[in-house]
């Protein structure tokens, strides 16, 4: 049902928009070959794009129809490049540089926050909470620029844009290529995990805060079990609730995120792609895009319900 | 209940420097043009890009207008906007998730898919490509497209606290003696919730100066007034960044996470006064009770 009505979404928003993509075609004919396009050229760059000649509810038929058979269309800033073919190439950088980012900040936030509720109050969380409150206000694309400025301008230590070394021959089974990946990917994934790891952090202190005050954990401490034990398997293991559903969450959250950052950095990933497919009006690469990441935020979802019912008992009686 | 809410030093801070940008966005322009006398465009041609100095504090563009100018100037377009989309967000999120669940059944089922859906859909990416349909907008559209995107997180936990407290003693009390609807929503729902309506829309706040500044740095935001993203926008796209400007695209992005923590400071506050165990305490206090505990008799340690 959500996903039916995603579907519409998905045709129906690029349909309302003004900028006619026929119109844009023909202005890039123009721009190429110097001459206005005959009346001809222009009624067949109308008959290709079809929009016009169809009503409504038959474009959308179409849509479905084309769905089902896993038929994307071709891009048209890019023709004829298929739009399958665009979103292969750019999907796995953006798995990579922010599958990676995302789990290393939760790794780095949930740990930290475990610590730091461990303790309220301690000198650690005093100076960390009000850090980190602020670290988690900054906005990631001029975090970005900034490092951008500092790190790749002024220092140099990092390249100024791409994903990978354009003079290494591109080949996954090349080592020098895969160093310029981790060359190139290490600013943006360091941005994007120094921003990310607070959220985490936040709510797996406060969690932890209320679980150590539980009586189980008390019961555990006079049991005089050794501290890292109560930690982690008494207190940690029942805050980590939340943090755990956000993951997953958060997974499903990844394609759409990390637009801004992407084009900050010109690194070649979807949300570039889609930025870039929004400022050309490039309708197909948009809506398989769109479509894209409202599945994978649905499956996301799921996953997340049935992570939940295993972890906490709790839930599982309701069911 | 509002008197322990501004003892607490975090809402102290929060508020005050949240009141202190307010006062910028509403008095800055003016400001501007009466005491700087200057505008966020006007060129100081002896000035093209230069560092903070005396007469200009936070340096130049560029173009050479004054950076301290169309920071001061730029916050009337970046909080303006975020407040106008966070009331937005706010009613729209009251609207939908309180009768949803008030009321229940039928009703109840439909708002809740139809919060779902917009839950799943790709909020930021929507964002972008609808501002984009109305590009060059005036600012309130910016703010209503963007609070079209931000209700839904907030219904749903309006939607859950309505149902629990729908069931509380004093509702059910209420409902026998004959309250109307309206009126138990109003009179006996409603101020129960005031607390996680107030973080909302502070949060909701926070959210639409950022999605503002992130539409405006793609280009996307309202075209020919000043803003913080815009800002940030020019200095990127005048090579701020290769020419070393720092000065330039630092200022707006700090005063946007500046917002940004105090508006955290206040949603902590909020919560460590709603839930008591999370207070972090004041650490002498919490010393001088280790070191009690440690010497006392088990009684007072427990």
């Keep these: 049902m959500t996903f039916w009505a995603a579907l519409t979404f998905n045709f129906l928003i690029p349909r309302f928009m003004p900028g006619d993509p026929a119109a844009t075609m023909l202005r890039r004919i123009q721009q190429l070959t110097g001459q206005a396009p005959t009346p001809d050229q222009i009624r067949s760059v109308r008959l290709f794009f079809g929009g016009a000649r169809e009503n409504l509810p038959a474009q959308y038929l179409h849509y479905l129809n084309d769905l089902v058979h896993f038929r994307f269309g071709l891009s048209l800033s890019e023709y004829p490049t298929p739009v399958s073919d665009l979103i292969a190439q750019a999907l796995p950088w953006t798995l990579l540089l922010v599958g990676t980012t995302t789990i290393i900040a939760w790794i780095v936030g949930t740990a930290l926050g475990a610590y730091m509720g461990w303790k309220p109050g301690s000198r650690f969380d005093a100076i960390f909470a009000p850090t980190t409150t602020f670290l988690h206000a900054i906005p990631t694309f001029w975090l970005s620029l900034v490092a951008l400025w500092a790190f790749a301008f002024q220092l140099g230590w990092f390249p100024v844009s791409g994903a990978y070394d354009p003079d290494v021959p591109y080949q996954i089974n090349n080592l020098w290529f895969l160093l310029s990946i981790l060359k190139y990917g290490a600013l943006p994934a360091l941005t994007l995990i120094f921003i990310g790891f607070n959220g985490w952090l936040f709510t797996m202190r406060n969690v932890m805060v209320t679980t150590v005050s539980e009586d189980y954990v008390l019961l555990a401490k006079a049991k005089g079990l050794p501290t890292w034990r109560v930690l982690f398997k008494y207190a940690a293991r029942n805050a980590l609730l939340p943090n755990v559903t956000g993951l997953a969450l958060a997974i499903g959250g990844i394609l759409g995120g990390v637009l801004l950052t992407e084009v900050v950095f010109t690194y070649p990933g979807l949300g570039h792609r889609l930025y870039r497919a929004t400022v050309d009006h490039d309708f197909p690469v948009m809506q398989t895009i769109f479509l894209l990441i409202t599945l994978t935020v649905l499956i996301a979802n799921l996953i997340a319900d049935s992570i939940y019912v295993l972890l906490d008992p709790r839930t599982r009686d309701e069911a | 209940m509002l008197n322990g809410f501004l003892r607490n030093s975090k809402v102290r801070i929060g508020l005050g420097v949240f009141a202190a940008f307010l006062l910028l966005a509403l008095l800055g322009p003016w400001f501007v043009s009466a005491v700087m006398h200057t505008t966020p465009r006007t060129i100081d041609y002896d000035a093209l890009g230069q560092p903070p100095s005396a007469k200009h504090l936070l340096g130049t563009t560029l173009p050479g207008s004054d950076v301290l100018a169309q920071v001061i100037v730029g916050a009337r377009g970046s909080v303006f906007v975020g407040i106008t989309s966070a009331v937005l967000a706010t009613v729209i999120a009251a609207l939908v998730g309180v009768p949803s669940g008030f009321l229940g059944g039928r009703l109840d089922h439909g708002l809740t898919a139809f919060t779902n859906l917009f839950l799943t859909l790709p909020s ?123 000065w330039w695209f630092v200022p707006p992005g700090l005063c946007i996470a500046l917002l940004g923590t105090a508006t955290a400071l206040v949603n902590f506050g909020i919560d460590e006064i709603s839930n008591p165990r999370l207070s972090a305490a004041n650490r002498k206090l919490m010393k001088r009770f280790r070191r009690a505990a440690r010497t006392a008799e088990p009684e007072v340690a427990r």
């Excluded at chain 2, 509380?168 to 919730?193: C, I, N």
């Design chain 2, 124 to 246: 930021f990416a929507l964002t972008l490509i609808i501002a984009g349909y109305v590009q060059g907008a005036a600012w309130w559209v910016i703010a209503l497209i963007i609070a079209a995107f931000e209700w839904p997180g907030g219904a749903r936990t309006l939607r859950s606290q309505t149902m629990s407290l729908r069931g509380r003693d004093f509702t059910v009390a209420m409902r026998m003696l004959g309250e109307s609807k309206t009126r138990l929503v109003f009179a006996e729902v409603m101020p129960h919730m005031t607390g996680i309506v107030s973080a909302m829309f502070l949060r909701a706040c926070v959210a639409g100066v950022f999605a503002e500044a992130a539409l405006s740095f793609l280009g996307i935001g309202t075209t020919g007034s000043v803003s913080w993203g815009t800002i940030i926008s020019e200095a990127q796209g005048q090579s701020a960044i290769l020419n070393g400007l720092w």
